[in-house]
């Protein structure tokens, strides 16, 4: 039984795209189209787009999120942007240790830890990511690749301090790819974080912690993936850039719960 605790989260992630005049576009459709959806819904844009974007957003319901950030307070640290500067630009999430950070920009477990703590300071509600690599999932890792990731990552806190931390788990070879995970699939990782969790931080960490799926989620996956017992939202690229495809995700329809 889900948890009434678990509110669901709908956060697109617009990576590296669209111009400021788009970004508000937009935007504004997000905020308009989702009004009645029973779910927390959120934008992670682009650095440059975050002010602009926040404009648009303010006084909704609609939060707004960065994509990383850097987990030093200030200083030479050229090309980055730190956990104020993203609080200070109106985003009150933040994605951290995406699976594109980590194969194309090196980013470590080690890395998503202390961009956590950073983000938990500045009180952003961080979105984690973990997954596996198809090589991993074919060889029978996956498990050991989601406890590693998630041990790492939510490494040393206070439990009272991670109260706010939200997990996607985003299987490499489902992102940008057009292949869902099945339903089955996304549940089997789900339930087995939620355990790896509790072992983390105990029972009642992992009974409400949320747990989003992300990889390929269209209008045409979502209701049967937040079905599952163990998904409590959705992380979505391509179809978060699509307006009417991101409120029709974003009010998912799901008869009850298992
Ligand atoms: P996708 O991306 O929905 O385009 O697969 C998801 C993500 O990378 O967060």
Same mark, same amino acid.
């Given at each position: 039984?889900? #948890?009434?605790?678990?509110?669901?989260?709908?956060?697109?992630?617009?990576?590296?795209?669209?111009?400021?005049? *788009?970004?508000?576009?937009?935007?504004?459709?997000?905020?308009?189209?989702?009004?009645?959806?029973?779910?927390?819904?959120?934008?992670?844009?682009?650095?440059?787009?975050?002010?602009?974007?926040?404009?648009?957003?303010?006084?909704? $319901?609609?939060?707004?999120?960065? *994509?990383? @950030?850097?987990?030093?307070?200030?200083?030479?640290?050229?090309?980055?942007? #730190?956990?104020?500067?993203?609080?200070?630009?109106?985003?009150? $999430?933040?994605?951290?240790? $995406?699976?594109?950070?980590?194969?194309?920009?090196?980013?470590?477990?080690?890395?998503?830890?202390?961009? &956590?703590?950073?983000?938990?300071?500045?009180?952003?509600?961080?979105?984690?990511?973990?997954?596996?690599?198809?090589?991993?999932?074919?060889?029978?890792?996956?498990?050991?690749?989601?406890?590693?990731?998630?041990?790492? /990552? &939510?490494?040393?806190?206070?439990?009272?301090?991670?109260?706010?931390?939200?997990?996607?788990?985003?299987?490499?070879?489902?992102?940008?790819?057009?292949?869902?995970?099945?339903?089955?699939?996304?549940?089997?990782? $789900? #339930?087995?974080?939620? *355990?790896?969790?509790?072992?983390?931080?105990?029972?009642?960490?992992?009974?409400?912690?949320?747990?989003?799926?992300? /990889?390929?989620?269209?209008?045409?996956?979502?209701?049967? &993936?937040?079905? *599952?017992?163990? @998904?409590?939202?959705?992380?979505?690229? /391509?179809? #978060?850039?699509?307006?009417?495809?991101?409120?029709?995700?974003?009010?998912?329809?799901?008869?009850?719960?298992?």
């Amino acid at each position: 039984m889900t #948890s009434p605790v678990r509110r669901p989260l709908i956060a697109g992630n617009w990576k590296m795209h669209l111009t400021l005049a *788009q970004s508000v576009e937009l935007a504004k459709a997000v905020r308009e189209s989702t009004k009645d959806s029973p779910a927390e819904v959120a934008v992670c844009v682009p650095f440059t787009a975050l002010t602009v974007v926040a404009e648009v957003l303010k006084g909704s $319901h609609v939060r707004l999120g960065g *994509q990383d @950030l850097y987990w030093e307070p200030q200083g030479a640290f050229t090309g980055e942007v #730190s956990a104020a500067q993203l609080a200070d630009a109106g985003a009150t $999430h933040v994605i951290i240790g $995406h699976s594109e950070r980590r194969r194309l920009f090196g980013d470590t477990d080690e890395w998503v830890n202390k961009k &956590l703590k950073a983000a938990l300071a500045a009180k952003l509600v961080p979105i984690v990511c973990v997954g596996e690599t198809l090589d991993e999932r074919q060889s029978n890792k996956t498990f050991r690749v989601l406890e590693t990731q998630l041990a790492g /990552g &939510l490494k040393g806190f206070a439990p009272a301090d991670v109260s706010a931390v939200v997990v996607a788990y985003e299987p490499v070879w489902a992102i940008g790819t057009g292949v869902t995970a099945t339903p089955a699939q996304a549940q089997e990782a $789900h #339930s087995f974080l939620r *355990q790896q969790a509790g072992k983390l931080y105990g029972e009642g960490f992992a009974a409400g912690l949320r747990i989003l799926y992300g /990889g390929s989620v269209t209008p045409e996956t979502v209701d049967n &993936l937040m079905a *599952q017992p163990d @998904l409590d939202g959705a992380l979505v690229g /391509g179809a #978060s850039l699509k307006a009417a495809a991101f409120m029709r995700i974003a009010r998912f329809q799901v008869a009850a719960k298992a």
